[in-house]
Nanobody
């Protein structure tokens, strides 16, 4: 069982930066690949970034070169540094723990946080 709690969302202007953080409970955090997803109103939940238990990272094309995912296994945290934010990045951002399958798919994740709102104004 893994419980996830996100923090760090907020209202920013286009071009600003935000850092999201996700804290996981459980002693097996370092065995999980982790992901960040987002969901905008009226849209499907989509993959943003993922990081394997060995810290290999993966990104959606829309955020590549702007967002950076990282993890600290000693602290049970996975962070998402978001730079050069755009209005289209506005969404609820979710942290998730991977259970199997492609790291890019929602269905591959078994545990989800409650989400944190990110709003980017133009």
């Amino acid at each position: 069982q893994v419980q996830l709690v996100e923090s760090g969302g907020g209202l920013v202007q286009a071009g600003d930066s935000l850092r999201l953080s996700c804290v996981a409970s459980g002693r097996t955090f370092n065995t999980y690949s982790m992901g960040w997803f987002r969901q905008a109103p009226g849209k499907e939940r989509e993959f943003v970034a993922g990081i394997s238990w060995r810290s290999s990272s993966y990104y959606a094309d829309s955020v590549k070169d702007r967002f950076t995912i990282s993890r600290d296994n000693a602290k049970n945290t996975v962070d998402l540094q978001m730079n050069s934010l755009k209005p289209e990045d506005t969404a609820v951002y979710y942290c998730a723990a991977h259970r199997g399958g492609s790291i890019y798919y929602v269905s591959s994740y078994g545990y989800w946080g409650q989400g944190t709102q990110v709003t980017v104004s133009s």
